[in-house]
């Protein structure tokens, strides 16, 4: 019952958007806040739609202090220490804001002539700022170990001609590098801006609107629909409904907590394992990061450091992110098949055309948002299109009609979302400009090509390492950011590699440590709401998972996998890997697909051979389809002997 009831309680938020912190704060503190917020978000919209009312423009540091003024300060309101509100948070708030308003009032000075170095009095000021902006970036991160790494990053430049190899550096005074971060491109003017004010804002209110129009509860009933009522419904309801969900919150570890209290449940009761169920539900939601067409705010990070529009991106994410989805999609039906687990009651399951009533507009508003992007290249700004216009079709349906408390609750929870973002992303100037003001970017990069012998293969296996240490601290941001900047150039030189491809590698091998032990969090967040034991949990999630330990490399290796190449070559690359990615998720299960259960001989087998088969080389694919071949031949002459089933039912 008290699953249940939790269970209840994540649809009723999804369905809303209403937000605790938000319900419980005193009733100025929540107009501050809703005022701010949309000051803020109009703002945007000024900016980046180019208005020029009376000829004024805002010039990009008065844009970025004003609104790290309003969101800043909304983060000490909306993120309180504690439970409730307290004069210390108000305090707080009040500084931030009057803080980044001073330096507002500047903005015109400091983006014509430059604050790099600073005088000392807004050195002192700039300083109690970025102290500040530490403080909340804890908050919205959860614990201190964001900020302490970006201090670490921060005090990097002061010792940076001390440090050895790979690391070493040009070192900068305090005035220098304070004043870089604070006031510089490469600081919290540079990319936490553009970001934050630009590349995100549009997609985290129309986020906002979307699931407090009912569009979370419509993505996972559109999942019950499709492939509840088969073998293992509950689980392929929750690789589909974490996809969906997680595409829109961009948060593994959020994404786990919003949609498994009542997917993982569910796939207890039908008899999945408890470390099974919660395996499942840790893979679907770190694959949501970077699921189109709405992905993880590090993607939008990428379309920044790259200088390419995010739909460049976003299709990039098309393919990896399916191949990823269809192996955990073949697992969880190979393990029902072979334990003989059944699809969900019909009356349990919602009725499709039920369904597509309700969701039609939907529909209609992501398509739309997806030609806005796709073919009328409207970038940034589409979402703000999508958003008008999904305002405007929930009233053709009751229940989905934006009355005033559904638009608060829309607005608190973009609101909500992009006050975190922003104090997340603002400590990521000090690893920009750390790396970009020493020079240590080029060190590392020459001393990596050094320490792996010319050889790209060593130099990508030791990023992959990187990746994993960072990722499974949750550190995808920083992780992602600092190879970027060190070893993506390294990678790009020594292999004459697609840019997009060797950025998206990294974002790609990030992820793992969000479930592959001894850290795993959203698999540690998933057990805990199974009640199932922790590193079984996480060594059951390197299986499902599987497929992101290895398409990175693929997609590097032929970039066609990104729709980088041809689109002959795109389908015959993507057709191998997906029978590929059958065949060896069928032998890491025992159980193949038309086959049936698989005796233990054969199972190693067809994972080398499925392996090999998806494997973007010519030789290597032929020699996957024999040894399959073989394999599978074998089987049928022995079940012919038998008298038994050469093929099985399929779903």
């Known amino acids: 019952m008290a699953e249940a009831k939790t269970g ?70 909306i993120l309180p220490e504690g439970k409730r509100l307290t004069r210390f948070d108000v305090a707080l708030a009040g500084l931030t804001f009057a803080l980044n308003i001073y330096f507002f009032f500047y903005g015109k000075q400091i983006s014509l002539i430059g604050w790099v170095p600073a005088a000392t009095h807004n050195l002192v ?30 005090v990097y430049p002061f010792f940076a001609n001390y440090f050895p190899g790979l690391f070493k550096g040009i070192s900068m005074d305090f005035t220098y590098a304070m004043s870089s971060y604070t006031f510089g491109k490469d600081g919290m003017l540079g990319l936490p801006g553009q970001v934050t004010g630009g590349i995100l804002m549009g997609f985290l209110v129309f986020t906002g609107f979307l699931l407090a129009t009912g569009g979370g509860q419509i993505f996972l009933d559109l999942a019950y629909t499709l492939v509840g009522r088969y073998r293992g419904g509950p689980a392929k309801v929750a690789v589909l409904g974490s996809g969906f969900f997680g595409s829109l919150s961009g948060s593994a570890t959020a994404n786990v907590v919003a949609t498994g209290t009542f997917t993982i449940p569910a796939m207890k009761r039908l008899g999945y394992p408890p470390h099974y ?39 990039a994410a098309i393919i990896p992110s399916f191949l990823y989805y269809l192996g ?104 920009v400009a750390a790396v970009n003001t020493t020079g240590v970017g080029a060190s590392f990069a020459v001393g990596i090509v050094s320490m792996g012998g010319a050889s790209l293969w060593v130099v990508m296996l030791m990023g992959v390492a990187a990746c994993y240490v960072m990722g499974m601290a949750g550190l995808l941001l920083t992780a992602y950011l600092f190879l970027a900047l060190t070893m993506a150039p390294a990678m790009i030189e020594m292999g004459n590699l697609n840019v997009i491809a060797v950025h998206m590698f990294i974002l790609y091998y990030s992820m793992i440590g969000f479930f592959t032990p001894p850290v795993a969090p959203a698999a540690w967040v998933a057990a805990a709401i199974a009640r199932a034991d922790t590193f079984k949990t996480g060594m059951q999630a390197m299986r499902l998972g599987i497929v992101l330990y290895f398409i990175p490399f693929f997609f590097v290796w032929k970039p066609a996998l990104i729709l980088q190449g041809s689109l002959l070559e795109t389908l015959y690359l993507l057709i191998l890997c997906v029978i590929g990615i059958v065949i060896l998720a069928g032998g890491l299960e025992g159980y193949l697909l038309r086959v049936g259960k698989l005796e233990l001989w054969s199972r190693p087998l067809l994972i080398l051979g499925g392996f090999l088969i998806a494997m973007p080389e010519g ?11 073989v394999v599978l031949v074998v089987i049928f002459l022995k079940r012919r002997v038998k008298g038994e089933k050469l093929l099985v039912g399929g779903w």
């Open 125 to 154: 000021i700039a300083t109690i700022l970025q102290l500040v902006f530490l403080y909340a970036s804890r908050r919205a991160s959860g614990g201190w170990i964001w900020p302490i790494i970006a201090v670490l990053f921060g």
């Open 328 to 431: 955990l999609l073949v697992q969880a039906d190979a393990y029902a098949a072979k334990v003989g687990l059944k699809g969900l009651p019909k009356e349990e399951i919602p009725k499709f055309w039920d369904v597509v009533k309700r969701g039609w507009t939907l529909g209609f508003v992501l398509l739309f948002l997806v030609w806005g992007l796709l073919y009328m290249k409207w970038e940034y700004i589409t979402p703000f299109y999508a958003t008008g216009l999904l305002i405007l079709l929930s009233f053709t349906s009751r229940k989905t009609m934006l009355t005033p408390k559904k638009f608060i609750g829309g607005l608190s929870l973009s609101a909500r979302t992009i006050t975190q973002m922003l104090a997340i992303m603002i400590p990521s100037g000090f690893v």
């Open 619 to 629: 030789y290597s694919s032929i020699i996957g389809a024999i040894i399959t071949a």
């Open 8 to 77: 209840e309680e994540a649809t009723k938020k999804i369905k809303t958007g209403e937000e605790t912190r938000y319900d419980t704060l005193p009733f100025p503190f929540k107009v501050y806040f809703l005022v701010a917020s949309m000051i803020g978000i109009l703002l945007a919209v000024y900016v980046m739609f180019g208005f020029h009312f009376k000829g004024f423009t805002f010039y990009d540091a008065e844009y970025y202090f004003l609104l790290y003024a309003l969101f800043g300060s909304c983060c000490f309101i």
């Open 277 to 315: 169920a919660a395996a499942v539900e840790a893979c679907a939601s770190t694959g949501g990061v970077v699921m189109p067409p709405v992905m993880g705010a590090v993607a939008f990070v990428a379309a920044a450091l790259l200088g390419v529009p995010y739909r460049t991106i976003m299709m």
